[in-house]
């Protein structure tokens, strides 16, 4: 049995979808299809908990590159990243685990491409969001 088969149900893409909002952007902000399509294949590798974690990862990673005054705090992205990695089904042979690891990867360097592209698109609103995200101590943010 692939522990990695993708879930293709369609409940399971509106979960992830709700979780996708890292930042509070608008609906406007979002590049639903782009969404859609990169989670179609995202079952069975994270749970929806990792899965927004990862996303974290990306719009961090993407409004640092983006807006000024916003730099990423490597220290952050390693532990949470390490976090989703360790965090994975006991007992995977290592071409599983390497498997695992590479869909991971992908996934979170798709997230961040949509999150660079939200960001190109609305570029002065998505850094304004970031910049406020950035001041609340309790937003979970990556950034210095």
């Not at 979808?17 to 890292?22: D, E, H, M, R, V």
């Not at 406007?28 to 990862?54: C, H, N, P, Y």
């Not at 705090?73 to 532990?79: E, Q």
């Not at 071409?95 to 491409?113: D, P, S, V």
Request: aromatic fraction near 6%.
């Amino acid at each position: 049995m692939n522990i990695l088969a993708p879930l293709r149900r369609a409940t399971y893409a509106a979960v992830l979808l709700t979780l996708i909002g890292a930042p509070a952007l608008a609906d406007d902000f979002r590049i639903d299809d782009a969404w859609k399509a990169a989670l179609m294949d995202a079952g069975g590798v994270l749970t929806d908990k990792q899965q927004a974690e990862v996303n974290v990862i990306a719009y961090s990673a993407a409004a640092a590159l983006i807006c000024d005054g916003i730099d990423i705090n490597a220290d952050k992205v390693a532990t949470a990243t390490t976090a989703i990695l360790a965090d994975g089904p006991k007992g995977l042979t290592d071409e599983e685990e390497l498997e695992r690891y590479t869909n991971i990867t992908l996934m979170l360097g798709t997230a961040k491409g949509i999150f660079l592209a939200e960001a190109a698109l609305h570029k002065g609103d998505f850094c304004g969001i970031a910049s406020k995200e950035k001041a609340d101590a309790n937003s979970g943010n990556l950034w210095k």
